[in-house]
């Protein structure tokens, strides 16, 4: 088996584990394993799922990842529409301006 494939394996069975346990639950996986691809994959999946405009709090440590490095792995995944409509971006610094807001998914990188 390919190392790309097993990625893909990997990815898919972490993002159903997810969805097995009612959309929520927590991964924790070595970096370049695709944990952004994760998340984007059940962010289209919230967003073709839902019947109401689906939202998600994206939560990042660094501005360059907020304002470059998500967009770009959106975009790499064509899935630039969820990015812009859906998605709202802050640091860790900020995420206390969002205490009182509901959300269908909040992403927490590191």
């Not at 998340?39 to 709090?57: E, G, N, P, V």
């Not at 998605?87 to 206390?96: D, I, K, P």
Request: charged residues 30%.
């Amino acid at each position: 088996m390919s190392k790309n494939l097993k990625r893909e394996t990997l990815q898919k069975e972490a993002l159903q584990a997810v969805l097995d346990n009612n959309g929520s639950g927590i991964l924790c996986l070595a970096t370049g394993v695709g944990k952004s691809k994760i998340a984007i994959d059940y962010c289209r999946l919230l967003h073709s799922q839902l019947k109401k405009k689906f939202k998600c709090l994206l939560v990042v440590p660094t501005e360059k990842l907020r304002d470059t490095n998500w967009a770009d792995e959106f975009c790499k995944w064509k899935s630039k529409v969820v990015y812009t409509d859906c998605v709202e971006r802050t640091c860790y610094a900020s995420f206390n301006k969002f205490k009182h807001q509901e959300y269908d998914l909040v992403i927490l990188d590191n």
